[in-house]
């Protein structure tokens, strides 16, 4: 019995702690959500820890516990959003497989979906933050190239590679390639959409994408 009751006690204490675990990544979560609010919104200098502190739901010190100081906070923050840009990107990205034929659809579809990643309010949100902030936080942004823009443009570059050996594609050089294409499709993106004050009709995503797809083809497209 006194085995039984051992056991039973560190099965309890075991979902015990994982429970503990999982509250308090829940926690940090919260915090990291609540922050990029508040400091889209209101800007680093401008924005207080009590804030978000507030609007994660927890106390002032829970937050500091986390993270220890503000600037800190930041930096985890900016990393917590461009890791879930990223998801959505790979998720676009992934779709470039190819199908034995033309690769003009199969690329419009995919820089369609990439563009409605890009013009996501989030996604504007973060550029903006990190744009206001790169003066005083340089690093912000190889935080921003290490979780988001070196992993999508790998990927990206992969599924071109791809194109080009089946033979829908002239590429030497993938990574240039992918700084075309990256180019064209984001281009004008930026004035059509004013920084993201302006969104953009699911037709207008198409359109840049058709015209993006159009002059990438005419520079690496197959001539067969």
């Not at 609010?37 to 820890?49: I, M, N, S």
């Not at 590679?161 to 984001?186: F, H, K, N, Y």
Request: glycine share 6%.
């Amino acid at each position: 019995m006194e085995v039984v009751y051992a056991v039973r006690m560190s099965a309890a204490m075991r979902r015990k702690g994982q429970a503990a675990h999982r509250g308090r990544l829940d926690k940090r979560q919260a915090i990291l959500a609540a922050a990029f609010e508040v400091f889209a919104r209101r800007g680093y200098a401008q924005a207080g820890v009590d804030e978000v502190a507030a609007e994660a739901g927890v106390a002032k010190a829970t937050v500091y516990n986390h993270f220890g100081d503000k600037e800190t906070l930041l930096r985890e923050a900016i990393a917590a959003s461009a890791e879930e840009a990223t998801a959505k990107n790979l998720a676009a990205v992934e779709r470039l497989v190819d199908t034995g034929g033309d690769p003009r659809e199969l690329l419009e579809d995919v820089g369609f979906r990439l563009i409605q990643c890009y013009c996501d309010e989030q996604s504007w949100a973060l550029r903006r933050l990190l744009y206001a902030e790169l003066a005083h936080l340089p690093d912000l942004l190889e935080i921003v190239q290490v979780h988001a823009s070196a992993r999508v443009q790998q990927a990206l570059a992969d599924r071109l590679a791809r194109l080009a050996l089946a033979g829908r594609l002239r590429i030497s050089d993938p990574d240039s390639a992918v700084e075309q294409l990256s180019a064209l499709l984001t281009g004008p993106l930026e004035a059509r959409a004013a920084w993201g004050t302006r969104r953009l009709s699911a037709a207008e995503m198409r359109q840049v994408a058709t015209a993006a797809v159009g002059t990438f083809l005419h520079a690496f497209g197959s001539r067969a």
